[in-house]
């Protein structure tokens, strides 16, 4: 597609519910990260995919976040069990290559509300 | 640990006038330094970029950063700022030892007043 397109826009979940949050990045993107955005905050890294390998995870806050890209395009960020203090906007970004100089293209996130 | 400081949670001018929008890093390694932009309820935008070379680097809607190596600083300027330029902006960095993750600054919101 012409841009990263992410999927619910908006998203309210009891606290306890499981929640799947959906990247789809742009087509050829080798690089796909994810990101949490705090209101007022500037997006904090949770992980990164190359193609399907996640290499790099330091960023999941607890082993309730989950992220898989199983064919290295379409990528799922689920959440279990959500709490409160999940309430953010998630971003997703691609580029081109993995390169440390390559730009990141942003979709328009997901916002999550946990009631 | 790399980290990107925006010491301004806002700045105000007015329209006509230049701006300036401050960053200052932290890292281990070469810096390769972004600016992003953010309009309301969407995802960041890609502005420019400094990887090497030249340290005034110049990119999209007429803004430019300087990058100072010794002040550890990536400034982003403009010299006429227009009411449409208000939004959120990020400075972020990444290295070539920090792995492939961008950090990113907590962001400094711009107005432009008509």
């Known amino acids: 597609g012409a841009g990263v397109s992410q999927s619910p826009r908006y998203k309210v979940a009891k606290r306890g519910q499981d929640v799947a949050l959906r990247c789809d990045p742009i087509s050829g993107h080798v690089s796909l990260f994810w990101y949490q955005q705090a209101l007022g905050q500037g997006p904090e890294f949770l992980t990164y995919f190359q193609n399907e390998a996640q290499l790099d995870k330091s960023g999941l806050p607890s082993d309730r976040f989950f992220a898989e890209r199983p064919e290295g395009s379409v990528s799922t960020l689920k959440i279990q069990r959500t709490q409160q203090e999940d309430s953010a906007v998630y971003l997703c970004?691609?580029?081109?290559?993995?390169?440390?100089?390559?730009?990141?293209?942003f979709g328009n996130g997901t916002r999550l509300t946990v009631t | 640990a790399q980290s990107v400081a925006q010491p301004e949670d806002q700045v105000n001018v007015a329209e006509g006038n230049p701006l300036t929008v401050k960053c200052t890093y932290s890292?281990?390694?070469?810096?390769?330094l972004f600016w992003y932009v953010q309009y309301p309820n969407r995802g960041l935008q890609f502005l420019l970029k400094y990887i090497t070379g030249d340290n005034l680097v110049k990119g999209s809607y007429g803004f430019e950063a300087e990058f100072n190596k010794s002040q550890t600083s990536f400034h982003l300027k403009k010299p006429s700022a227009l009411v449409s330029d208000s939004a959120l902006y990020f400075c972020?960095?990444?290295?070539?030892?920090?792995?492939?993750?961008?950090?990113f600054g907590a962001g400094t919101r711009l107005f432009v007043k008509a």
């Open positions: 970004a691609s580029s081109l290559e993995g390169g440390v100089n390559s730009p990141l293209h």
């Open positions: 890292v281990s390694g070469n810096p390769y």
């Open positions: 972020a960095v990444r290295t070539n030892t920090g792995g492939f993750k961008t950090i």
